[in-house]
């Protein structure tokens, strides 16, 4: 049987229609082919509206100033602008735009859905399906359809709008359109049943609070009473392809880590557990490449509890183990801090430079602290001197960060799955660029549209600076100068 999908005949650009529609009627070849006259177009519409280095940037090849612009214009533009910028951004390369265009399409073909059924609706929304799966032809599945009967919901459309023979003769010879295998499911012999959502598998970390009869020990049980309750062990919204998809795309320079995450966590799943778990990793490299801000960046993505401590020139283990009843200070150890927090059971903790942390057998080593809490059978019933009760610690990730393993004792090295990284290279500066951003957003409490705007000459001076091999902490700190010395922000803080 013929292959349905025919993608548009070029035409002149004055025969087709609008640039501004071009997302949902012309496929990534198309469009890819157009884009310096979309480029044109969505300069002429947004001038004025955004600063002049990133409209700059983006018409200039810049993907993720494209998508800049998008987020920027959030709200106050119609869909069809945000969508074309996604398009350019899309048609440049970039793996989120094209992810953000797969959902727009998505969207905009179940709006049609629900307006009614004639025969020019099907036909958009057919034609508005094979796009999105034309978009995701980097073999990634919809994020939206990650549960087994959203997925069957997709493919039973699918048989009813195009023909079952057609998709296994004729879709998977063209280019632009992706193997049978995204379309993940055969349509179910059986209607499948409504869904039901599993509900989270839950765990008591702690039975009780010892010695509650003291006055010491019913403040810690009034603080701490989350703990002995059952608490939820969080999956990962997102499944391992996708979530690795996110991080390579933010950090490509971290593949070895990321492609270490992505096989434990489809492990994980392939043996039935859902939640997040993660073994025990070290991340080796230079200071200043974003160790630390890749461990929390994937706990944005994973949605789980966080905490960091930083071991370096540590003099005791206090700050992890907790400490003891009887002192002013008495604290439960870092990890159920955090569940505390989270209410998650499975949180992931950060240990940074432990190459470099010290202590004595008297007040503690953060590294035998270390040993105990990722041994399997202590952590199960960690014995937390300031609650005074066994503690179910076998949950939580551990991501601990070093510039090099001679600091490192041997028997905690042998628990980690050790990975070395590198820094990002020239043609990184972007992502690491927008990854700074966030950063000082987050740390201004304010979002990254409403920092100053960063004027073309700042903006090459830190390309070079970043081309000639400064570290991105230092960047960072050229970055806050300049933003600083400009003063516009975007509105009044409050």
């Known amino acids: ?23 949902r009627t012309l496929p990534p070849k198309e469009i890819t082919r157009r884009v310096d006259d979309l480029a044109a177009h969505l300069s002429a519409v947004t001038a004025g509206r955004v600063d002049d280095a990133t409209l700059a940037a983006a018409l200039h090849g810049d993907d993720m100033a494209a998508v800049t612009i998008a987020d920027a214009l ?59 799966l034309a978009w995701n032809g980097g073999g990634l599945r919809f994020p939206s359809m990650v549960d087994t009967a959203g997925r069957r919901r997709l493919c039973r459309y699918l048989m009813e709008q195009i023909d079952f023979d057609d998709r296994h003769h004729g879709v998977r010879s063209d280019p632009d359109t992706p193997a049978d295998d995204l379309l993940l499911d055969k349509p179910p012999e059986k209607p499948a049943r409504p869904a039901v959502l599993p509900r989270r598998r839950q765990i008591t970390v702690l039975k009780g609070i010892g010695d509650g009869g003291t006055r010491e020990g019913r403040d810690l049980a ?68 974003g160790k630390t801000t890749f461990a929390k960046r994937l706990v944005t993505l994973a949605r789980v509890g966080y905490a960091e401590i930083n071991a370096a020139g540590s003099t005791d283990n206090r700050l992890l183990a ?21 209410g998650c059971a499975n949180p992931l903790i950060v240990v940074d430079e432990i190459d470099k942390s010290g202590g004595s057998d008297r007040n503690g080593v953060v590294a035998h602290t270390l040993l105990s809490m990722l041994e399997p059978a202590t952590a199960r019933a960690w014995p937390d001197e300031a609650l005074m009760v ?63 705007p960063l004027d073309p000459e700042a903006h090459a001076l830190l390309r070079k600076s970043f081309t000639a091999g400064v570290s991105p902490r230092r960047i960072k700190l050229a970055l806050r100068r300049i933003l600083g010395a400009s003063g516009r922000f975007r509105r009044l803080l409050h």
């Not at 025969?15 to 529609?21: N, Y």
């Not at 950090?251 to 492990?267: F, N, Q, V």
């Open 390 to 452: 066994p503690a179910d610690l076998s949950h939580v990730s551990w991501v601990l960060t070093a510039n090099h393993t001679a600091g490192i004792p041997a028997p905690l090295l042998s628990r980690l799955t050790v990975v070395s990284v590198g820094g990002p290279r020239p043609e990184h500066f972007s992502r690491v660029l927008l990854s700074l951003i966030r950063e000082l957003a987050e740390e201004l409490e304010v979002v990254p549209q409403d920092l100053p």
């Open 1 to 23: 049987m013929t292959n349905k999908f025919t993608p548009p005949v070029a035409t002149p650009t004055s025969t087709v229609k609008p640039p501004l529609s071009w997302w």
């Open 74 to 132: 959030l709200g106050t533009e119609t869909k069809d602008v945000l969508a074309s910028w996604m398009a350019l951004a899309a048609a440049r390369g970039y793996p989120f735009a094209k992810f953000a265009l797969c959902q727009m399409l998505l969207g905009r073909m179940a709006q049609l859905m629900q307006k009614g059924d004639n025969t020019n609706s099907k036909k958009e929304r057919v034609a508005l399906l094979r796009l999105a």
């Open 222 to 289: 009034r603080q701490y009473e989350r703990l002995t309750q059952p608490l939820d062990l969080v999956p990962c919204p997102l499944r391992p392809d996708l979530l690795a998809w996110f991080l390579r795309d933010e950090a490509p320079w971290m593949g070895k880590a990321i492609d270490i995450i992505e096989t434990e966590l489809r492990l994980n799943g392939g043996a039935g557990h859902t939640a997040f778990k993660l073994p025990p990793l070290l991340l080796v490299g230079p200071p200043g490449v």
């Open 322 to 342: 907790g400490t003891a009843r009887g002192w002013s200070s008495t604290q439960p150890c870092l990890p159920l801090i955090a569940m505390a927090h989270s």
